[in-house]
């Protein structure tokens, strides 16, 4: 899932463990990121924990832009490709496999 925006939780992407049926688990004391770093809590109840696929994608001068994904998909290969529209560009994530 693209997280889009310019507040401290947008600009990423992230991914939900699911079950069986393909449907995001939760958990009670489920959180969500925050740029630059750490978490907030979700309210009461369960919540889907979402796993950050693009750590430290924040915006770093000299370094690199905010990434601001617009839209994903994911090729059969299982890389990911998003469409930045902060940057104007498409930027592929894929594991590097030996």
């Not at 699911?18 to 740029?35: C, Q, W």
């Not at 924990?49 to 000299?62: D, F, H, I, M």
């Not at 994911?74 to 930045?84: E, L, R, S, T």
């Amino acid at each position: 899932m693209g997280w889009h925006g310019y507040r401290s939780t947008g600009g990423r992407l992230v991914a939900f463990a699911v079950d069986e049926r393909g449907v995001p688990m939760t958990r009670l004391k489920a959180s969500y990121p925050i740029y630059p770093t750490g978490s907030r809590p979700f309210g009461a109840g369960p919540a889907a924990q979402a796993q950050v696929l693009t750590p430290g994608w924040g915006r770093v001068e000299g370094r690199r832009p905010q990434g601001t994904p617009a839209g994903i998909t994911v090729a059969a290969d299982g890389a990911i490709w998003v469409a930045d529209d902060k940057n104007a560009s498409i930027i592929r994530f894929a594991v590097d496999r030996p």
